[in-house]
């Protein structure tokens, strides 16, 4: 280790410390008398300073907010002319969020007020009537059966009764006359029957309908019935 170096003043410490880098320093000394250059080899040393009022002291944490002032200051002081433009725009498009804390503040208190009581759930049962009640509690054992033993697979059996019974309102609804190509549209179903025929002229009359509508396919219902027959089987010769 080289040697050390020390100077003290009133306030600062200063110490130098020979840096041993495995590098040699030289200095040359010119003499103008004789026009001679003496090289000589000489030490590094690095200054360094500890101030007395502040030893024993650590140092105090800086934030983010206080580090990103202090950047700004030194901008406005040595930046140059686009560095400062940037401060100022960072400036203007800061949010200022001491305006919300007002608003968050009635925030929470009205989803506080809102909240119920410990005792609120046993007084809101006596707002019930008996009837909810019962109704929720047969929701409850359906939806226990049907986990149980399933939903009724005999859907196609109850779609043909709906059916069924919603041709036979239109048919009350029309007179027994229904335009059985807007119900085959909404239902996507076929027209197709042997009681879905054009109207005749009589029936026009009796329904009251223009000359047109006889273009258009209609649902007749006529006393007696007359059901189709079955087709009989076909002899293989």
Same mark, same amino acid.
């Given at each position: 280790m080289g040697p050390l170096i020390a100077g003290e003043t009133d306030s600062v410490d200063f110490h130098w410390a020979n840096q041993a880098t495995g590098c040699r320093y030289l200095v040359g000394v010119h003499d103008k008398k004789t026009g001679k250059t003496t090289i000589? !080899?000489?030490?590094?040393?690095?200054?360094? #300073? +500890? /101030? =007395?009022?502040l030893k024993g002291q650590e140092p105090i944490a800086v934030s983010v907010l206080q580090r990103l002032e202090a950047r700004a200051a030194l901008g406005e002081s040595f930046g140059t002319k686009k560095a400062k433009l940037a401060i100022k725009a960072q400036e203007q498009n800061k949010v200022d969020v001491s305006a919300m804390e007002s608003v968050q503040d009635s925030s929470v208190? #009205?989803?506080? +007020?809102? /909240? !119920?009581?410990i005792g609120h759930p046993k007084q809101s049962w006596k707002s019930f009537s008996a009837r909810e009640v019962n109704l929720y509690a047969v929701r409850c054992c359906r939806r226990s059966v049907v986990s149980i033993h399933g939903e009724? =697979?005999? /859907?196609?059996? =109850?779609e043909t009764l709906l059916l069924t019974h919603m041709f036979a309102l239109c048919l #009350? /609804? +029309? +007179?027994?006359?229904t335009n059985a190509e807007i119900i085959a549209k909404d239902l996507s179903q076929s027209t197709q029957s042997q009681w879905i025929t054009k109207l005749t002229v009589a029936d026009l009359k009796r329904l009251g309908l223009p000359d047109s509508a006889a273009k258009t396919k209609h649902a007749l219902l006529?006393?007696?019935l007359e059901f189709p027959q079955p087709r009989g089987k076909r002899r293989h010769g």
């Open positions: 000589r !080899p000489t030490p590094l040393h690095i200054l360094t #300073r +500890d /101030v =007395k009022a208190r #009205r989803l506080y +007020d809102a /909240v !119920p009581a009724c =697979k005999d /859907v196609f059996q =109850k #009350r /609804v +029309d +007179d027994y006359a006529r006393v007696p």
